[in-house]
């Protein structure tokens, strides 16, 4: 019997792309309204970066199943989808900023969110998965494409980045009732943000060599 020869790099990054896809909607679906129901302004920042998730591996995956096709590259499409995913890295970067300032100033106090706590553990787990994986399937691919996907996979980072700053942030509260916790949490992605939007922005990923 023959066996099945294994995936392509480019096959597993289009598989990885809709993995992405189908936890981020999940996730940014209980995110928001979990955060928008408690007041909390990193759980609404985590929800609205995982539908960034969502719209940056629906970017790739497109690229990627143009690339299956063996239609030609457009170089020029891939350099507008790098650099739309840079601007969804400066409107997180805005909103989290933004927010996290009028929550300090006004001393606005969160509810307890069980399920945001929940979404975001469980991210702390799986963005991290996601991220390496598509980072050591990017370096396999070369050219434009390649770099599309280290790019997507530095995104997928920042998720865990934030995923992480958020579950400290609502334990904080929950447990010691830092306010404060909540929107600080928020500023500690902002500076990662603009880095990447800043590369992604430029071409080039922070997870090149």
Avoid at 55 to 77: H, Q
Avoid at 148 to 173: F, H, I, W
Wanted: aromatic share 6%; hydrophobic share 55%; glycine share 10%.
């Amino acid at each position: 019997m023959r066996l099945a020869s294994p995936p392509s790099p480019v096959q597993r990054a289009r598989r990885l792309e809709a993995v992405t896809v189908g936890w981020n909607v999940i996730e940014a679906g209980v995110a928001v309204v979990s955060g928008l129901l408690a007041g909390s302004v990193v759980l609404t920042g985590f929800g609205l970066d995982s539908a960034i998730e969502v719209v940056s591996a629906l970017i790739v995956l497109s690229r990627l199943r143009t690339a299956l096709a063996g239609r030609a590259a457009d170089e020029e499409r891939e350099r507008r989808a790098l650099r739309a995913l840079a601007l969804t890295f400066f409107a997180l970067a805005a909103y989290l900023t933004a927010d996290g300032i009028h929550s300090l100033v006004t001393a606005s106090r969160p509810d307890t969110s069980p399920a945001g706590i929940a979404v975001s553990a469980a991210a702390v787990v799986v963005m991290p998965a996601l991220a390496y994986a598509k980072q050591a399937t990017g370096r396999r691919i070369d050219g434009p494409l390649g770099a599309l996907v280290l790019t997507d996979a530095a995104e997928t980072r920042l998720c865990a980045l934030l995923a992480a700053s958020t579950l400290g942030g609502l334990v904080a509260y929950s447990v010691a009732g830092w306010w404060w916790a909540d929107p600080a949490a928020g500023f500690i992605v902002v500076g990662f943000a603009l880095r990447e939007g800043w590369e992604a922005w430029h071409g080039e990923s922070c997870c090149g060599d």
